[in-house]
């Protein structure tokens, strides 16, 4: 039995998703094999982050609720972030470093996915392991605002067309209804080429993981999934290793960006933060993308043993 460990990073400020999602994969480990699931899941309460002089609520309010949660799950191991830059980056680098699990699967906090997601996944990794190796596991997305998302999109969201905003407008908590209805067309779709979107449920072979890594230089937040997949896609091509992606056909999750503007503990002052978020996020994106294109122009000399 091959062994999965889905990581996820989870903000002061995200805990009312962090319960839903909890609950839900809770309700997905009774579809399968618990046993295979593990969990890495970090709190980040950092003071680079928050405000705490000036917020309402404190640290230990987070950190009580955040090991209430971490309790519902099974096979858990947690960490509690008090300072300094952290993000998905770092967490995803250090499972990827680790190397103590057969594979190690993304997971973000406004990710909706179906109470049966698991049990496919782990279906299809414990069959297509049998037969191949480096292998990345995904689940399927509604159409997003371009053509290149295509490959990893489901065909009937695909001819919504890009006019319909699909992305936007679709309830992720419609998402368990959608799954069901399309479970007879459930299937294994091999992909042309990797395409890897962030934390939308995309569970990747540790060993290959581990060859590319996740550079340091790419911060706390930004640009992981792209370095991933394009570091796959070059390797791939200069034969230096052979990664195969499985997309699980109807196997719909989608991010949510029909009530993103909820933010019960920001808009009501119970919580501040040191900077705005996007600015944040943008600050770590845009240091992260400047190192990108290097770091995968090293992987490959690396590999090919030009230094």
């Not at 782990?122 to 596991?137: F, G, M, P, T, W």
């Amino acid at each position: 039995m091959k062994t999965i460990q889905i990581v996820v990073h989870v903000f002061a400020h995200e805990m009312h998703d962090f319960q839903r999602v909890v609950e839900q994969l809770k309700r997905n480990l009774e579809f399968t094999q618990a046993k295979s699931f593990s969990f890495d899941i970090t709190l980040n309460v950092s003071e680079t982050k928050y405000d705490w002089q000036n917020s309402i609520l404190q640290p230990s309010f987070f950190v009580q609720q955040f090991e209430d949660l971490c309790k519902m799950l099974p096979n858990v191991t947690t960490d509690i972030i008090f300072d300094g830059d952290y993000g998905c980056n770092s967490v995803r680098r250090k499972a990827a470093r680790a190397a103590k699990f057969d594979y190690i699967g993304y997971l973000d906090l406004d990710l909706h996915f179906s109470m049966y997601t698991l049990h496919y996944i782990d279906n299809a990794i414990q069959s297509l392991s049998q037969q191949e190796k480096q292998i990345v596991v995904s689940g399927q997305i509604p159409r997003l605002w371009d053509s290149t998302w295509d490959i990893i999109s489901n065909q009937e969201f695909i001819e919504m067309g890009t006019e319909s905003k699909i992305w936007l407008t679709i309830d992720p908590y419609s998402i368990d209804k959608l799954v069901y209805d399309r479970l007879s067309k459930i299937q294994l779709k091999q992909l042309p080429y990797v395409k890897i979107g962030g934390g939308w449920m995309n569970f990747i072979d540790q060993k290959v993981l581990q060859l590319v890594d996740i550079p340091d230089s790419l911060g706390a937040y930004g640009m992981d999934d792209t370095y991933v997949q394009e570091a796959f896609n070059v390797l791939n091509k200069n034969n230096i290793t052979n990664v195969k992606q499985y997309v699980v056909d109807n196997l719909l999750v989608c991010e949510n960006r029909k009530y993103e503007s909820y933010e019960p503990y920001l808009d009501n002052g119970y919580l501040k933060l040191e900077k705005e978020l996007n600015d944040y996020k943008e600050q770590m994106a845009h240091y992260a993308r400047q190192n990108c294109w290097m770091e995968l122009e090293k992987l490959l000399n690396k590999l090919n043993g030009k230094s």
